[in-house]
């Protein structure tokens, strides 16, 4: 063996060692990855990242995502013997409140995380959307004498990542648009909880990859750090997207090697020590030998000189000052600007509100011009999408229009990966009924303080003939749910764009309902809709109040005339975010909604709304799935038509006035 091969393999096996130390100290974490994947980790960021730990956002990076993010613990030793901000005490806090080392790598928490992982084949979606913001500053900065971008996006992924749909959905859009920076490793051990692989998916990985156009390489030896750099070194030149298939040994050189009973397992100490002596190792304990550290000293200078000696960002500052300028200030985006800009929008057009959507959204993206994103292949119904004369495609990434066909989670997925990168806004649309398929990627947006925007169409009972599989009825206070999220359901025009400046004002995933209906709107102020509820039509002689979100506001005005009618005076409230109306002073909430009794109408489940409604009031709402017809006619069917909805209120009025 050869002095380098020797410092390479105990660098290796130091890892290892260090890493199930940190598992077994918390007495929680999952040995088998770590132990089986050192060698990937070792031969990724010693030979192939272009990356500075002294610098970990530089914008001009490799970015590596860790789908499997099980294997946290492999990934913060790595950081640590590479010179991130990473100390040994950190280590030993590992899977600790505020420790910089959680269980499941976080970003922002952690130098040199790049994505939150944890949920199986979220992260290869997100390292999709990584590639594909890339090739879009390569195609809108990059000259022929200068390639300011150049950056490789690096996915390890396991047997668990390759059985979800997203991942599937993610890696075939990726091969369609042949998206030659991407390079997914493959951590090939055949093993998941319940036992061999073999008892769930016999599937042949090599030709499903090379179906949906991917370049497939294969190591013969997962422990050679040598043909797995080789291997990986032939993928980053590949004029395909890549898979490198690594076969390991989950839970390496322990007792418990080779069995599912080591994925989550933590060694014990007398484990630990035996795993010691098979890798011959007799390091620090939470630390590396002098020579390792002073061979990873060596490789973290490497990795930083692949960055700079790649990184022509001085010489095309001095050639192409104006571009230079327009990058700097993508990254550095002032939302400020957008704001005022769209205060100033037209705010009394009328329309459906997904025609009326469709119609600012063409502003805001001469606004923001990394404003990018499209549909789960429904833009000609949900209207959500840059009008465009391309398309974003293997034959133009510069557009920003994104054809996702129908792949709603991985387009959620993609998303959150194409904010992860830096400097753009992304969108995505489809029904409402179908947001049940992109809550778990929308969920990790709140988690990572993303700021991505989501428009649903299709936001009622009345997207009609489809019947229930398309008429939402659950979505809407599932997705208030989600902490973190500000969730809208507009009106009119001014609700819009009160959206859009929630959007730029708050680094946090923001929803927003649009209708398929047209009604007539009653026209409001912008600087009232962005308090989140405000008062829409004032009566001062009222004796209910009316509460209504979206085309329930319609609903409401409705409601208003049938009432009146019957000698009862209302005044109308529109509620278009909950989360932003609760933010504000209690006095001001008080004086929208008033002491008067109240009625909530929305199409919707109705727990939302209990927690403003008190003994005396009513909430209207819906707890069952629709029916097949017109609008008009499932609205009756529903009993939520105006009239129906009137009686309903007539009734509990009458009741009132006799309780008194």
């Not at 992260?123 to 950056?151: H, P, Q, W, Y």
């Not at 898979?243 to 069995?259: H, K, N, Q, R, Y």
């Not at 994925?263 to 014990?268: E, T, V």
Request: positive net charge; charged residues 25%; aromatic residues 10%.
């Amino acid at each position: 063996m050869t002095n380098k091969n020797f410092i390479e393999d105990k660098a290796v096996n130091e890892l290892r060692v260090l890493s199930a130390e940190m598992i077994t100290t918390a007495n929680s974490g999952h040995p088998g990855i770590a132990l089986g994947s050192a060698p990937i980790f070792y031969s990724l960021y010693s030979n192939i990242l272009a990356v500075d730990a002294q610098d970990p956002k530089n914008i001009f990076r490799d970015r590596f995502v860790l789908s499997a993010g099980h294997g946290s613990s492999i990934l913060y030793a790595t950081l640590f013997a590479m010179g991130f901000d990473l100390t040994n005490d950190d280590l030993k806090n590992f899977r600790r409140v505020n420790s910089k080392t959680p269980g499941h790598p976080e970003v922002n928490i952690t130098d040199g995380v790049d994505d939150s992982t944890g949920p199986l084949g979220q992260g290869i979606a997100n390292a999709v959307g990584m590639a594909i913001a890339e090739k879009n500053m390569e195609a809108t900065f990059n000259k022929r004498d200068l390639k300011l971008f150049d950056s490789k996006i690096y996915c390890l992924s396991g047997d668990g990542c390759l059985m979800e749909g997203i991942s599937y959905e993610a890696l075939s859009l990726a091969g369609t648009l042949n998206l030659n920076n991407f390079v997914l490793i493959y951590d090939y051990n055949k093993i998941t909880i319940e036992g061999n692989l073999d008892i769930a998916n016999l599937e042949d990985v090599a030709l499903r990859f090379k179906a949906i156009n991917f370049d497939v390489i294969t190591v013969k030896n997962g422990n050679s750090t040598k043909e797995i750099t080789t291997a990986i070194t032939k993928a980053k030149k590949s004029k395909k997207p890549s898979i490198v298939i690594v076969p390991t040994v989950i839970g390496f050189g322990s007792d418990l090697e080779g069995t599912e009973k080591v994925h989550g397992l933590p060694l014990s100490a007398e484990q630990i020590e035996n795993l010691k002596n098979r890798l011959d190792v007799s390091k620090p304990n939470f630390d590396l030998s002098s020579d390792v550290k002073k061979h990873f000293e060596e490789k973290s200078n490497n990795a930083k000189q692949r960055l700079f000696k790649r990184n022509v960002e001085l010489k095309y500052k001095e050639k192409y000052p104006k571009e230079y300028k327009k990058l700097k200030q993508l990254f550095d985006f002032n939302y400020e600007n957008v704001i005022q800009k769209i205060k100033k929008l037209d705010n009394n057009s009328f329309g459906a509100t997904r025609d009326l959507n469709h119609k600012i959204m063409q502003e805001v993206a001469k606004f923001v011009p990394t404003f990018i994103g499209g549909s789960a292949d429904v833009a000609t119904s949900t209207k959500a999408y840059i009008e465009s004369n391309s398309y974003f495609s293997k034959n133009d990434y510069f557009s920003r229009y994104i054809h996702y066909g129908i792949r709603e989670h991985s387009m959620a997925g993609i998303s959150n990966g194409i904010a992860l990168f830096g400097g753009f806004l992304p969108y995505q649309s489809c029904f409402l009924s179908f947001m049940d398929y992109l809550k778990p990627a929308i969920r990790m947006s709140a988690l990572m303080n993303l700021r991505v925007f989501s428009i649903f169409s299709h936001d009622s009972i009345t997207a009609g003939q489809d019947g229930p599989t398309h008429q939402p009825i659950e979505q809407l206070p599932s997705l208030r749910l989600i902490p973190n999220t500000i969730v809208s359901r507009p009106y009119n025009a001014s609700e819009i764009l009160a959206t859009y400046i929630w959007l730029m004002e708050n680094k946090k995933p923001v929803s927003m309902l649009v209708s398929k209906d047209k009604y007539e709107y009653f026209e409001s102020k912008v600087d009232d809709a962005i308090n989140g509820g405000y008062t829409i039509f004032e009566n001062k002689s009222a004796d209910i109040t009316l509460i209504g979100t979206g085309s329930d506001v319609d609903r409401c005005f409705k409601i208003m005339k049938i009432l009146n009618s019957n000698g009862i005076e209302c005044r109308i409230v529109s509620i278009p975010s909950i989360s932003i109306f609760e933010e504000k002073t209690t006095k001001y909430k008080n004086n929208v909604l008033k002491d008067l009794p109240k009625v909530f109408v929305e199409a919707s489940n109705e727990q939302t709304w209990y927690r403003f409604a008190g003994r005396a009031d009513l909430v209207l709402g819906l707890n069952n799935f629709g029916a097949s017809g017109s609008p008009a006619e499932v609205e009756k069917f529903m009993k939520f038509d105006a009239n129906s909805l009137a009686k309903k209120i007539l009734k509990w009025h009458s009741q009132k006035n006799k309780q008194m």
